[in-house]
Every structure is written in C-alpha cells, then in structure tokens.
C-alpha cells in the first residue's frame, strides 16, 4: 500500500503522527463548537 | 503524483446514499423497514430521513467534479482526493448499521435461542454493525482490493477514530471518572508493569535481542502499535523487529477484538465489567473500541469505560519509556545515549490530551449539568405536574414502606412520599439502590423508577456528541478492517510470536479473573 502514496505513511494521509492527532483535536473542537450552539 | 481519480464512484455513492434518503422519507422503505425491526419500532428510521440527505449531497456534488473536471498535482488534489474513500467506508458502515446487521438479526431471531444460553446466535457471536463493518472492511481489502480511487481515503479511519476518542471527554462526568479512574488505575499499572516486566524476562530467557524484546514489551504492554513507535528509538529497534512487533500486536488484537465479544456474552458480563476487561486485555487502541462497541452496538456505555482504561494506558506511556531507557543502557554497553524526554514529547499522543481538555470543558457543564450521570442529569424543580405521584402510588408505597429495613431508604422513601416526588440528588440515589434491592414488590418498584426517571432529565448536547461519537467510530473501524491486510499479519513470527501470544493470553486471562472477581456494576 506505501508505494502508492508519496505523503504519509500506510495508515495515515498525514507526514507524522503528531499532524494527525492535531487534525483530530481540531475536528473534535469544530464538532463540539457545531453542538454547542445547534442544541 | 495527481491522487484525484477521475471515475465516476464518487458521484455514485452520493446517488446511491440520496436514493437511500428519498426512499425513507417517501414511505418506499416502510415496508423492509418493518421487516428488519421484527415487531419492534426500526431503530435507525430518524437517521435514514437526515445523514444520507447531507452526505449525499456532498458525495454527489464532489463526485461529478472529480469526474469531470480536470486535477492538478498539489496538496488540493491530495486531501481532496480523500474524500472518496471517506464516503466509500461511510457507504458501507450505513449499509451494515442500517440493513445488513438488522438483516442478520432477522434471520438468526428465526432460528431460535441457542441451548441453555437464552440468546440468538447473533447476540452470543456479537454479529452486529460493528463487527460486521470491520468484517467487510477485511473483505474489502483481502479479497476484492480496495478500488484504487478509494486507496487515499481509506487512511483517513484513523482520524475518525482519534476524533471519536477525543469527543468521547465531553462525556464522562466528575463522578464516572472518580469512580472509574481509581479500578483503572489499579488494574492498568497492575497488567502494564507486569506485562512489560514479562516480556523483557521471557525475552531474556529466550534470547531474543534487548532491542527486540524492548519495543515488544512496550507493544504488549502499553497500547499496541503507537507504543512500539514511541519504544523504538529508545531501544535502538530495526525496522524488521517493529514490523514483527506490530504483526504480532496486530494478530493477537484482531483475535481478541472478535473473540472478547463472545466470551463477555457467554459470562453475561455488565458493561463495566466487560469494558474494564477489553480496555485491559487487548493491546491496540482501535481494537479496545472494536471490542467494546462490539459488545454494546446501540449505546457507549462499555465504550466510555474501555476508553478509560485505554487513556489510563496511554497515559503510563512516559513511564515505560523511561524504564526501557533505562533497561536497556544498563544491558547494552555500546548503547548510544538518547534523549530520553525529548522522545517523550515527541512521540507522546496529543489526542489524549485533547481528551482531557474536553473533559476538562464538560466539567464546567458547558454541554450538560456537570452532575449529569450517562448523560441524564438531576433536576427536581422541573417535573411536570402529570409526573408528581398520584394518591393512589403514594397508598402503594405506603403500603410497602414496613417492608424496608435500611434507615437512609426508609428516611428518602418517607421524603418521596412526603414531598410527592424525589428530594434530592443523594435521595435519587439511593431509592435506586432501593429498586435494584426489590424489596418492596413489582409493583412498588415500578413506581419507584417512574418517580427516578421525572427527576432525571435527557442533556440533548450528550445525546448529540453520542451520535457524532457512534458515527465516528463506525466509520474509524470500517476502515480499520480495510487496513487489516493477511499480509501484514504475517510479519508476526518466531520467538516474538511466541512471547507475545503467551504474555498476551495471560494478560486476557488474569485480566479477565480479577475482572468477574473485583469489578461490579459501579457507575
């Protein structure tokens, strides 16, 4: 699966892992802010 | 390298997730829908009218550009491209969550119970829209390939599942976590130290490397593969020993993701015990979820108690670290001095963090009433008047009242009946603890638990976070089940196999007994 990508690695579209955690903190603060002000 | 296929799939998937939608909502499904609830209410009708509508909306519109239009190189395409194999795993874990699963239901309710167990063969195998999605998702990818347009996309399930786990701290409350954080941390320092300490002592006896057996014991010890990532500059690991690593973690998670399920239905184990169980004794972080979303499909109490215990893992990560550092100086005379904190934070998985900072957010009662217990919170100044006891469950209660012996049950039964609904936090608590003690008769229980229930109101923003919460990890673990490859688990082998498969079932086992012996329906 690697040879098919020239960014991140087999598991992740992103260069580290550290990126990725960053993305998915930022997602969960974009949802929770979403529900925060929808309910 | 353009990643942007351009194939129709995409808009395919927006027109098939739409077609979804407009038959709902135009009555076209009622009719399967009433077959896949078999006598009960379909549980998935409020979904089916609003989830495929956006996302089909979206597939559709994104689709027919990447069809049509022209794609250049560049980080647009890349992330862009993505979203093809996003919406091609949400396909399938709507297609599995809404009919598949239900289906499967059906047609093992049909066949009856199994034996003396009481349950259908769908329930005592865990064959739901969990299992079943990460089922596909393996299917997927060792017997049809992953379509080359949905290849980019398919890594994008960690982050769901990351996502997930940071969401899941808007819900616990103070009172969960203090009653869970203190068994998590007992049993997790417990198994941790222990497996780690194992794997280095079989590991010595067996000859394997110190370098080997360093990231090993991290991996079956911590939580799985980024354990082993974080271990491995410390112990000066191979690219071939992290690989065997994260083979074996890999082999005996998935084992473990499908089998746990069954062995908890088996015991009929509570929901904290068997997430308790799963957050102890399966190695990776994503098969911890697997697990316990496995075992418990349509709610997240189980998931909420593995997750803990998975955090509370995590959270010792530092530790081993520094023991590995200093384990291995101490055993490799040439052993280059490394960086020991350095390594910490850089490798240290800030999604925890992003866990604590939203718990941190709920505490202040931001999205429910900090009190709030599994998303229901205590309020006694808004019951409605057709919810206040009536003269003639007051004369029941009454009635039994002889029948309780404890004093603090007897004095919040006499305020409930005095004051015609219940008195106060602690009261709630403990008439429920006089429910569960039957004591006072069907009848009077009943009554009991409609009085418990016109205090505790439903917080909607828990109820919310718990869909986007289900969603996410749907779609995390479908995905994850397309990443699971036969190839990759070959890479276990050998002694590392060996060490791993013993110190694994041990760590299963023991987990398992202090387990049914210590842990009970706590929170």
Redesign the interface.
């Known amino acids: 699966?690697e040879k098919?990508?020239?960014?991140?690695?087999?598991?992740?579209?992103?260069s580290s892992?550290?990126k990725?955690?960053?993305?998915?903190?930022a997602?969960?603060l974009i949802?929770?802010f979403a529900?925060?002000v929808?309910? | 390298m353009v990643y942007t296929k351009k194939s129709p799939a995409l808009f395919i998937i927006g027109v098939i997730m739409l077609a979804i939608w407009y038959g709902a909502v135009n009555g076209m499904l009622d009719g399967y829908m009433e077959h896949l609830a078999a006598g009960k209410k379909y549980k998935y009708g409020a979904e089916l009218m609003g989830i495929p509508l956006y996302f089909g909306l979206v597939a559709a519109v994104i689709g027919a550009w990447q069809w049509f239009g022209s794609h250049t190189e560049g980080s647009w395409d890349y992330y862009s491209s993505t979203i093809a194999g996003g919406m091609f795993i949400l396909l399938i874990a709507m297609l599995v969550r809404w009919f598949i699963a239900p289906e499967v239901a059906v047609i093992s309710m049909s066949m009856g119970k199994v034996g003396d167990t009481g349950k259908y063969i769908h329930k005592l195998l865990g064959l739901n829209y969990v299992v079943m999605g990460i089922v596909t998702g393996i299917i997927v990818v060792n017997v049809f390939k992953v379509p080359e347009w949905a290849k980019n996309g398919v890594r994008l399930s960690r982050l769901g599942l990351k996502t997930g786990v940071i969401l899941l701290g808007t819900l616990y409350s103070a009172a969960e976590l203090k009653n869970l954080g203190g068994l998590s941390i007992v049993m997790i320092g417990f198994f941790v130290l222990g497996s780690v300490g194992l794997v280095l002592w079989m590991g010595a006896r067996r000859g394997i490397p110190n370098s080997m057996g360093g990231v090993l014991s991290a991996g079956m010890g911590v939580c799985g593969v980024s354990a082993t990532v974080a271990a491995a500059p410390v112990v000066q690991a191979k690219s071939v020993e992290i690989a065997y690593t994260i083979g074996t973690i890999l082999l005996w998670g998935v084992g473990c993701m499908f089998i746990f399920p069954i062995v908890g239905q088996l015991l009929d184990m509570s929901y904290v015990q068997f997430g308790a169980w799963a957050g102890t004794g399966i190695l990776n972080s994503a098969q911890v979820a697997g697990a316990a979303l496995a075992y418990q499909p349509d709610g997240i109490e189980t998931l909420k108690v593995a997750e803990i215990f998975n955090i509370t893992r995590v959270l010792v990560l530092p530790i081993i670290i520094l023991w590995l550092a200093m384990w291995y100086v101490k055993r490799e005379e040439h052993a280059t001095k490394v960086n020991v904190g350095q390594i910490i934070f850089e490798k240290f998985p800030v999604f925890v963090l992003g866990f604590i900072l939203l718990f941190a957010l709920s505490t202040t009662g931001v999205f429910a009433p900090a009190n709030h217990y599994k998303g229901k919170y205590f309020d006694n100044t808004i019951v409605k008047a057709s919810e206040m006891m009536t003269d003639a469950q007051i004369a029941v209660l009454t009635a039994n009242a002889d029948k309780v012996q404890r004093q603090d049950r007897k004095a919040a039964l006499a305020r409930l009946i005095e004051g015609r609904k219940v008195a106060s936090i602690e009261d709630d608590a403990t008439i429920r603890g006089l429910v569960n003690s039957k004591v006072m008769g069907k009848k009077a229980g009943a009554i009991l638990k409609k009085a418990h229930k016109a205090v505790r109101h439903t917080a909607k923003k828990v109820k919310a976070f718990r869909k986007w919460i289900t969603w996410l990890f749907a779609f995390g673990l479908v995905g994850l089940g397309m990443q699971i490859t036969f190839a990759s688990m070959k890479q276990a082998g050998g002694q590392p196999a060996v060490i791993g498969g013993v110190v694994g079932l041990l760590k299963a086992i023991l987990s398992l007994v202090v387990v049914l012996l210590f842990v009970s329906e706590t929170i």
């Open positions: 699966m098919n990508f020239d960014r991140g690695s087999a598991l992740s579209i992103f892992d550290r990725e955690d960053f993305m998915a903190l997602f969960a949802i929770a529900v925060y929808s309910y």
